[in-house]
């Protein structure tokens, strides 16, 4: 199944990039938290890199143009530079961050389904593939989804009935997303349970992602749903992104762990969101 796995994300990235990222969690880590820590600031220079992260000036002139080979960054005389607006942070790179948080998110998350006939619809993220993968064992399980890693991941199991939206590919999630993605999720009377990721949930903001396109083809999806559960690590929390899922009103419980900010957590409770904190 890993193989399987491997194969979808080469499709988005060259090889040779891709065999440096899985030549070591610790450096894909790092990258990702270059990426972050640039994206804040908007610039950063190899010294201020040097300083926070303890690397040699080599070291990061490497990762800085492992970044720029991909777009994410765009190389200065001495540092780099986003542009364009926040930097998304690959699924490549994510799928190394936050694991063992993620981890109890997902069980926590997959705790809550029934066991008897229920259907579900996932959005795309490492949190919600983890999901996924918690629920492999059930039985009697409909899944609707908009990830080619959540239906590549499910596939080997037949007793799961898997319906995969149609749609445009969005190489750095992997996501299906855009007129026929929201179609399918249209076409679905209703489901019982969505899984949104997301890269931010605030109570002022709702839930957030990077990209509008990604957000309205996730919003169908959640407008199908009996409930909608919010899986997200405590970094997403209290942040919001550039474009909106949902809000806030329409999110029945969120999971996420204890590293998350407790007077936002306060808050979303506060507003009727039953907090799962794993």
Same mark, same amino acid.
């Given at each position: 199944?890993?193989?399987?796995?491997?194969?979808?994300?080469?499709?988005?990235?060259?090889?040779?990039?891709?065999?440096?990222?899985?030549?070591?969690?610790?450096?894909?880590?790092?990258?990702?938290?270059?990426?972050?820590?640039?994206?804040?600031?908007?610039?950063?220079?190899?010294?201020?890199?040097?300083?926070?992260?303890?690397?040699?000036?080599?070291?990061?002139?490497?990762?800085?143009?492992?970044?720029?080979?991909?777009?994410?960054? %765009?190389?200065?005389?001495?540092?780099?530079?986003?542009?364009?607006?926040?930097?998304?942070?690959?699924?490549?790179?994510?799928?190394?961050?936050?694991?063992?948080?993620?981890?109890?998110?997902?069980?926590?998350?997959?705790?809550?389904?029934?066991?008897?006939?229920?259907?579900?619809?996932?959005?795309?993220?490492?949190?919600?593939?983890?999901?996924?993968?918690?629920?492999?064992?059930?039985?009697?399980?409909?899944?609707?989804?908009?990830?080619?890693?959540?239906?590549?991941?499910?596939?080997?199991?037949?007793?799961?009935?898997?319906?995969?939206?149609?749609?445009?590919?969005?190489?750095?999630?992997?996501?299906?997303?855009?007129?026929?993605?929201?179609?399918?999720?249209?076409?679905?009377?209703?489901?019982?349970?969505?899984?949104?990721?997301?890269?931010?949930?605030?109570?002022?903001?709702?839930?957030?992602?990077?990209?509008?396109?990604?957000?309205?083809?996730?919003?169908?999806? %959640?407008?199908?749903?009996?409930?909608?559960?919010?899986?997200?690590?405590?970094?997403?929390?209290?942040?919001?992104?550039?474009?909106?899922?949902?809000?806030?009103?329409?999110?029945?419980?969120?999971?996420?762990?204890?590293?998350?900010?407790?007077?936002?957590?306060?808050?979303?409770?506060?507003?009727?969101?039953?907090?799962?904190?794993?």
């Amino acid at each position: 199944m890993r193989d399987c796995d491997d194969r979808f994300v080469a499709s988005a990235y060259n090889s040779s990039t891709i065999a440096e990222l899985g030549s070591s969690t610790k450096r894909s880590r790092r990258l990702a938290d270059i990426l972050d820590f640039i994206s804040d600031r908007g610039e950063a220079s190899i010294q201020e890199l040097g300083e926070h992260f303890g690397a040699s000036a080599a070291t990061l002139r490497r990762d800085l143009g492992l970044l720029a080979d991909q777009g994410l960054l %765009v190389r200065t005389h001495g540092g780099a530079t986003i542009s364009g607006g926040p930097a998304e942070v690959p699924v490549a790179l994510r799928d190394t961050r936050f694991a063992d948080a993620k981890a109890r998110i997902a069980r926590a998350a997959a705790a809550l389904i029934p066991r008897e006939r229920h259907a579900i619809s996932f959005s795309g993220g490492t949190t919600t593939a983890s999901v996924a993968r918690e629920l492999a064992w059930h039985n009697d399980l409909t899944v609707v989804t908009n990830s080619l890693t959540i239906g590549t991941l499910l596939a080997r199991f037949p007793r799961l009935k898997v319906v995969m939206t149609g749609g445009i590919l969005r190489p750095q999630s992997l996501e299906l997303v855009g007129v026929l993605a929201e179609g399918t999720f249209n076409a679905v009377k209703h489901v019982g349970t969505a899984i949104l990721g997301a890269d931010g949930i605030s109570a002022a903001d709702g839930v957030t992602t990077h990209d509008e396109t990604e957000a309205r083809t996730n919003h169908a999806m %959640v407008s199908k749903a009996d409930r909608t559960v919010v899986v997200a690590d405590g970094s997403k929390v209290g942040h919001a992104a550039f474009a909106s899922m949902a809000d806030i009103a329409e999110i029945d419980v969120l999971v996420t762990d204890d590293s998350a900010d407790a007077e936002e957590l306060a808050r979303l409770r506060a507003l009727g969101v039953q907090v799962i904190v794993a």
